[in-house]
């Protein structure tokens, strides 16, 4: 059975950093990209980034490129996102979820992890 | 960047009723489109895939359909369940994804 379990949220000040956690079971976490999708407070769903299976490639929205990395540890199953110079518009839920192509060529997040919340505020 | 909007942001519907939402992408994006539905407090879960391939395990009245800007969802037959917010997605910039600003759908 497949598992997104995100960690590492909490409450942080305004230009400090944070990294959050996605430790994934259940499948071959090597296999496949990984993003991270944030939901602030009554708002919709923005994708935050994105990481090739390997890791070599590496991709980001326009909102928080230069400031978040993300980067993924294979041996561990886990993607993380580590987010620095954070603003109060950066509180959110982040999400993490799986990229499944499968034979139909057209990519789509098919598992989704429960989310952990991010507060940026002093 | 491909933007992407939705109409209405919102709708009351009763059981039964069939329902359409409607996503427009800012440029082409083939059939490279998605539709999520999120109830509250909850992950979102893909239920089209390709414009219009029903994900498995999601109802047969879930229908989608559209390409290059235009896209539908519909819901033949509204049940209680399907209240939340449903969101497109296009995935037609590679492993870069845009949502739309999604659809309130609630059951009156």
């Known amino acids: 059975q497949v598992h997104l379990v995100e960690s590492g949220g909490g409450v942080v000040q305004p230009g400090r950093s944070l990294r959050v956690s996605c430790a994934v079971s259940g499948f071959s976490f090597s296999s496949y990209v990984m993003h991270w999708v944030r939901q602030a407070p009554g708002k919709g769903l923005e994708w935050v980034a994105g990481?090739?299976?390997?890791?070599?490639?590496?991709y980001y929205a326009d909102s928080v490129k230069g400031r978040f990395t993300i980067s993924r540890d294979n041996s561990k199953s886990t993607v993380y996102l580590q987010m620095n110079s954070l603003r109060p518009d950066d509180t959110a839920i982040y999400f993490c979820?799986?990229?499944?192509?499968?034979?139909?060529?057209?990519?789509?997040?098919?598992?989704w992890g429960q989310g952990t919340l991010v507060t940026v505020s002093s | 960047d491909i933007q992407m909007t939705q109409s209405p942001s919102s709708l009351s519907a009763s059981v039964g009723d069939s329902v359409t939402i409607t996503c427009r992408a800012s440029?082409?994006?083939?059939?490279?489109l998605n539709w999520y539905q999120q109830r509250p407090g909850t992950a979102p879960k893909v239920i089209m895939y390709a414009a219009s391939s029903l994900q498995r395990g999601v109802p047969s009245r879930f229908s989608g359909s559209g390409s290059g800007t235009v896209f539908t969802l519909t819901i033949s037959g509204l049940q209680p369940e399907d209240f939340g917010t449903y969101y497109c997605?296009?995935?037609?910039?590679?492993?870069?994804?845009?949502f739309g600003p999604g659809t309130r759908v609630d059951i009156k």
């Open positions: 997605q296009q995935s037609y910039s590679t492993h870069l994804l845009t």
């Open positions: 990481i090739s299976f390997d890791g070599s490639n590496r």
């Open positions: 440029q082409s994006v083939s059939t490279f």
């Open positions: 979820a799986r990229e499944y192509e499968g034979g139909s060529a057209h990519p789509y997040l098919d598992y």
